[in-house]
């Protein structure tokens, strides 16, 4: 072999083994790469998620401090203190005194049910005043004498109005794990505190899917708290898995502990909170092999590396931009987070070189989304989240942030004035009113809108969000659809406390709740077909309220069932009443959605008609488009058994809602009620005449007769009587009266001409 054939063989072989060493290394760094990927994608999911569990834990401190602050305003403990008397004397008194004090405590259960573990009235020597455990005021003999939890000396010993958060203890009263919230009162030269205490349970975020769990994890003994993946009540030895945090002496980032990858942040104790938590969100960790998620056959195409090394560098460059992107975009929308929202805001309101910049925030919040999870599923859920999303992106401008704030709550981001974005939104109740079609099933939701202009409404982003997010929760609570923040809504909002607790002690008395009747006249020939039980407050101190101070308000809590049951029990008593003075007289009431819900309100109703001893016929219950399309199936049961006991029953508000006719021309209904604000400007505007006449057509064409609500004229009436249809109600043919002044209007039926009268 020659000198030169030999360098020929070694150069060959050197070349094949630099080539197979550089085709092994590019399939070892593809692997790598491909592994890390997976490692930087799963953490940046855990970092988003926790995010939102870390603003949650926030919002419920913040909750629960206001809720402790309106609690202390409750004048029910000033006036105890006022009184004449020693504390321990008034306390073995008891009566009215001490009952408020009990009822103002009592109604922190009736708010936020299933969360308040027990609240109670300390005075400072240590004296237990008055207790409720459950919704259960405490015996006298079960109060303590000499309360020395230490958070009673805490909270003394800062000023009215100053909130102090106890760190975690065992409760005796309920035995679950606690935290509690404190204030000082003080009036009429007496201190003490008011306590109520929240269980750890109720800052449980539900298992999520791919074995994602959230931990509580006290920042100075190691032990777990709160784990999404255990029961509620604590059982065994205390876990201290995750420990090794607080041994990490850091305040936030990602670790692996026993197989699994965790996020971390440490929410320290503050002034007023000596609770010092970390919150972790964790998952089962990606493999810990070099080769995890390559497949053999992959590996086998050594070839393809190569191709590896060229596209790796791009690849992680387009990688590194998916994770910084998941730290600022919603995952199932792909919308802006919060925190990139509140970033742009901070931008807008930032001053130019044009002078002090302007920023709109409009703050969406999805009405009964809850209910299309619970009914359909949260894959449908998941879907109409998606198509809310596309639909609002495609309203607004192309220079507005569209952005995912959490749950079924979106906010857009405008430049410009309060008029711009009062349009912007008008546009978005728009569509979101239409209904959805998602994956073959008609799913149909209302919104309602917060608007907060700043720097008006707040020069910082924070600020703005939250007066945003407090004016769309008044837009919730009066079906206005759009409200723009008011400060004066705030001040407002402890009155709503004490409130909601006189309404609770109204509808147990026997004078308070009162109903006025509005005439429903038949056109053909001007006779009395029925009337409308409108309710009433007599409240003691603020006067006679109409029902628009406080349906709306006792339709967010339970009491509304109370108050439904209450007007229905008036107007069936009414009803028998008129019979038994000869005159036959149908009494129409109105439900609301969570009557719908209640599965006994068939049984219920009938037996007060049966205790009463009054006709079904004389009996009619008002319902909306909305309230049934909720949930159809079960509205049809409820109501095809109502109907067959023979209760008449009617659609109210036609018009507003987004009921489909398919399940319209299902209902056993007997009337439509064309809603007013078609009828008051039918004469003047040509659209809605339209839209009556199309109403009065449809409700002839089901068999159904037709009334027409809001009728305030002489021509408004003439023009129904020519459209055919067969009944008019409003302010034109007589305004809501006591039941007293009913005959006498009936009376005086027969000598009026209404369509004469103006």
């Not at 206001?66 to 004048?75: G, K, R």
């Not at 008029?419 to 239409?434: P, T």
């Not at 709503?496 to 607790?501: K, T």
């Not at 009065?696 to 009728?711: C, F, P």
């Amino acid at each position: 072999m020659s000198g030169r054939s030999f360098l020929l063989r070694v150069a060959r072989v050197s070349a094949l083994f630099v080539g197979l060493l550089v085709l092994a290394l590019s399939v070892v760094s593809s692997v790598v790469t491909a592994r890390d990927k997976q490692v930087a994608a799963q953490d940046g999911q855990l970092g988003a998620t926790l995010g939102q569990q870390v603003d949650a834990i926030g919002a419920s401190f913040g909750q629960s401090r206001v809720v402790e602050a309106l609690l202390a305003d409750n004048p029910a403990f000033a006036d105890f203190y006022r009184a004449p008397g020693a504390v321990q004397a008034k306390i073995a008194a008891g009566g009215p005194l001490l009952r408020r004090v009990t009822d103002a405590l009592g109604d922190l259960d009736a708010l936020y049910p299933g969360r308040i573990g027990e609240a109670c009235l300390i005075d400072s020597s240590g004296i237990e005043i008055a207790r409720v455990v459950g919704g259960k005021p405490a015996e006298p003999d079960e109060l303590s004498e000499v309360d020395e939890n230490p958070f009673v000396a805490a909270t003394l010993a800062r000023a009215p109005g100053e909130i102090y958060q106890a760190a975690a203890f065992d409760s005796p009263d309920i035995h679950q794990r606690v935290i509690s919230n404190s204030t000082v009162v003080a009036a009429a030269g007496h201190r003490g505190i008011v306590h109520f205490e929240i269980t750890l349970d109720s800052f449980r975020m539900p298992p999520a899917a791919g074995g994602v769990a959230a931990t509580i994890v006290d920042a100075h003994s190691g032990e777990v708290l709160v784990d999404s993946r255990l029961p509620g009540v604590r059982s065994g030895p205390v876990d201290r898995s995750f420990a090794p945090l607080v041994r990490t002496g850091r305040d936030t980032g990602f670790t692996t502990l026993g197989g699994r990858r965790v996020a971390f942040r440490r929410l320290p104790a503050t002034a007023g909170n000596a609770n010092d938590w970390y919150v972790a969100v964790s998952a089962p960790a990606f493999g810990q092999g070099w080769a995890h998620g390559v497949s053999v056959g992959s590996l086998a195409l050594l070839a393809g590396a190569l191709l590896t090394i060229l596209v790796s560098g791009a690849s992680w460059r387009s990688h590194l931009r998916t994770v910084r992107r998941a730290e600022s975009h919603d995952a199932l929308t792909g919308l802006p987070n919060r925190s990139l929202l509140t970033e742009r805001i901070r931008a807008g309101l930032r001053p130019g070189r044009r002078g002090p910049a302007r920023a709109s925030v409009l703050v969406v919040d999805l009405d009964r989304f809850k209910e299309v999870n619970e009914l359909v599923g949260h894959r449908y859920g998941d879907l109409l989240l998606r198509e809310v999303a596309r639909r609002i992106t495609a309203v607004v401008p192309d220079t507005a942030t569209v952005a995912r704030l959490g749950a079924d709550d979106f906010a857009v981001l405008l430049a410009g004035s309060d008029q711009d974005a009062a349009l912007v939104a008008e546009r978005l109740l728009a569509v979101l009113h239409d209904t959805f079609l998602i994956d073959g099933v008609s799913v149909d939701i209302e919104a309602a809108i917060g608007l907060a202009v700043g720097p008006e409404h707040g020069e910082e982003a924070e600020q703005l969000l939250r007066h945003a997010d407090a004016a769309m929760a008044v837009a919730k609570q009066r079906k206005t659809g759009l409200v723009a923040y008011d400060p004066a809504t705030e001040q407002q909002a402890p009155n709503r406390l004490a409130l909601l607790g006189d309404l609770r002690r109204a509808i147990d008395a026997d004078d308070q709740i009162v109903v006025d009747y509005q005439p429903k006249v038949g056109l053909g020939g001007g006779r009395l077909v029925g009337v409308e039980a409108l309710v009433r407050w007599q409240h003691p101190r603020l006067g006679r309220l109409a029902p628009d101070a406080f349906v709306p308000m006792a339709e967010t809590t339970a009491l509304i069932l109370g108050l439904t049951a209450k007007v229905l029990d008036i107007a069936v008593c009414q009803a028998k009443a008129w019979t038994e003075a000869g005159l036959r007289i149908p009494v129409a009431v109105n439900l609301s959605t969570r009557c719908m819900h209640d599965p006994d309100l068939a049984d219920q109703v009938l037996a007060l008609l049966d205790r009463h001893g009054v006709s079904p016929a004389l009996l009619e219950l008002e319902i909306t488009e909305s309230m049934v399309m909720v949930d159809p199936d079960r509205a049809l049961q409820m109501l095809r058994r109502l109907h067959e006991a023979g209760i008449r029953l009617s659609v109210d508000d036609f018009g507003t809602g987004h009921s489909s006719m398919a399940y319209l021309k299902e209902l056993p209904v007997d009337e439509l009620k064309i809603d007013r604000s078609f009828v008051q400007e039918m004469t003047r505007d040509g659209g809605d005449a339209v839209l009556v006449q199309s109403a009065i057509t449809l409700g002839h064409n089901l068999g159904l007769s037709v009334v027409a609500e809001g009728v305030e004229s002489a021509q408004v009436l003439a023009a129904l009587d020519d459209l055919g249809c067969d009944v008019a109600q409003g302010f034109h043919l007589g305004r809501p009266m006591p039941a007293q002044e009913v005959e006498a209007w009936l009376a005086g039926l027969q000598r009026r001409d209404f369509a004469a009268s103006a």
